[in-house]
């Protein structure tokens, strides 16, 4: 049965229970699918599996964090009230004595070497974020995507051994994770360049993104309660668990992605066209052209952007964490638990910004650089407002919590604003464009804790000091989001290297239409 679908008066017929539609002028197409269809797509199969990984990656990154809080021995320390906030209520759970006592952990290392432990990773994830990428677009995103999974989880899975070699080994094996990881965010790019259509690609860019998100959600309690179980002393389970689910994705991996639709086995004849009119041309072997990459002035503004909104990102979780525990007084349970709340918002946001950002522009009511820029703003400038209310909230949790709350929903706009830019920008080299950026972005990683410590450096439990804090994230916000309006588009560069072949269209017209 054939299924006829108008667009610009070209009727384009097509064998089967899906339809093409061709747009002779930009060469992009349209695919009709209902919703269940769409979400079962192969395009949308490839997105889920990205995502899976990276929540897979990100979960390792994070579980030693919370794990190694019962790893390490506890000393005797007392807490009284001049280690408590005296300028905010302490909240009921938290007794105005309290002390921790000796405990018999296997680890006895010092706060020195559990903060070098911890950061060793971002260390690694900074100086192999451009190397990776570069490798990764002569492999492909298929191999440089799973290489990083699989060894992030050999590595997580390694750590309760690697652990009884002493902090030296586990700081190394944190930087070969972080190393590993850092083909990550270029491979996912490169792979949604060649599967994302053109007015998809903020949904997929988003699914994939998601998956990182939710690991930061879902890993800490998690861990928190392995942690409690006696088996094999509780810690090493999360580790293993994460170890056995990589087994797990990369066996799934391996069938259900390839590097393009033009190499899929399972992917329908209508949806391969489909993606192909209408995304980048199938090569990963492209040259990159470098000196007009750096003077592109959308690009510039893409990494002033990006890196001004990490710093944001990142920061908003750290200092809300924080500025619960040494200004609010909150007990350890108690913020572990509201901490996650600013990640869950900013997760559902994603996508309902996401899927109206990709409405408007099928609809054709704005440009793809408009839609970018006004996500941009709505995820730089408002988060940024505010940040500069919660600095006079001062012990007033609710307002406190209800401002971070708005700035992390609020930032999920960013997602469909430079997150998925650089796919806008050039499909064919979106992985190093992202790559470049990132390397920038990743900085508050293991400089944003410096930046706190210089602000609070003489009274951690000041309110007025931790202002300061909030109008830097801000600040940076604010920066990011103005250059993007300025100098940022959505639209594709010419340096990209991809030209669409109107012969390409007709021949496929031809082939594939009665």
């Not at 794990?67 to 005797?76: E, H, L, N, S, Y």
């Not at 491979?187 to 060649?194: H, V, W």
């Not at 179980?229 to 259900?256: H, N, R, S």
Request: a neutral charge; glycine letters at 8%.
């Amino acid at each position: 049965m054939t299924y006829p679908v108008t667009y610009d008066s070209d009727e384009i017929l097509i064998k089967g229970k899906k339809a093409v539609v061709l747009n002779k002028n930009s060469g992009y197409g349209f695919f009709a699918e209902t919703g269940c269809s769409r979400l079962r797509s192969t395009r949308f199969c490839v997105a889920y599996m990205c995502s899976w990984g990276l929540f897979l990656a990100f979960s390792s990154r994070i579980i030693l964090s919370v794990a190694i809080v019962d790893m390490v021995t506890k000393r005797m320390e007392t807490e009284n009230q001049d280690t408590i906030n005296k300028n905010c209520p302490v909240p009921s759970q938290f007794n105005s004595s309290t002390a921790i006592y000796d405990s018999e952990e296997p680890f006895d290392w010092s706060i020195r070497d559990q903060g070098k432990i911890l950061g060793a990773f971002f260390y690694g994830f900074f100086f192999s974020q451009l190397p990776a990428a570069i490798l990764g677009a002569k492999l492909g995103g298929k191999i440089s995507f799973a290489i990083s999974i699989v060894g992030t989880g050999a590595c997580t899975a390694a750590v309760p051994l690697v652990s009884f070699l002493g902090p030296d080994a586990l700081i190394i094996l944190r930087f070969l994770m972080g190393v590993l990881q850092g083909s990550l965010n270029s491979a996912s790019r490169q792979l949604m360049g060649l599967w994302a259509p053109e007015f998809e690609r903020s949904l997929l860019s988003t699914i994939t993104q998601a998956g990182g998100y939710l690991g930061n959600v879902i890993a800490p309690p998690v861990v928190g309660y392995l942690c409690t179980i006696d088996l094999i002393d509780g810690w090493p389970l999360a580790f293993i668990l994460l170890g056995v689910l990589t087994i797990i994705w990369f066996a799934v991996w391996i069938f259900a992605v390839t590097d393009s639709p033009d190499s899929h086995p399972n992917i329908s004849t209508e949806e391969r066209y489909f993606i192909q009119l209408s995304s980048a041309s199938m090569s990963n072997n492209r040259p990159i052209p470098w000196n007009a990459m750096m003077r592109s002035k959308p690009l510039l503004a893409l990494l002033v952007a990006q890196f001004c909104s990490n710093w944001m990102n990142l920061g908003i979780m750290l200092v809300f964490s924080q500025y619960l525990a040494h200004v609010l007084n909150y007990s350890i349970s108690a913020n572990g638990l509201i901490s996650a709340m600013p990640w869950l918002c900013s997760f559902v946001s994603m996508f309902i910004f996401s899927e109206i950002s990709d409405s408007i522009r099928k609809r054709s009511l704005y440009s793809t650089t408009t839609v970018r820029k006004a996500n941009q703003a709505i995820g730089s400038i408002l988060p940024c407002v505010f940040l500069v209310l919660a600095g006079f909230a001062d012990c007033n949790d609710v307002l406190i919590l209800t401002c971070f709350l708005l700035a992390m929903t609020f930032y999920g706009a960013v997602f469909s604003g430079y997150s998925c830019n650089s796919l806008d920008l050039s499909p064919n080299h979106a992985g190093i464009i992202y790559a470049i950026c990132n390397t920038l972005a990743v900085t508050p990683g293991f400089l944003l804790s410096f930046v706190v410590e210089y602000f609070t450096r003489d009274n951690i439990h000041s309110p007025m000091l931790w202002r300061q804090v909030f109008y830097f994230l801000g600040g940076l916000g604010l920066i990011g989001g103005l250059v993007f309006i300025a100098w940022g588009s959505g639209e594709k560069q010419d340096w990209d290297g991809y030209e669409a072949i109107p012969d390409k269209i007709e021949d496929e017209k031809r082939k594939h239409c009665i």
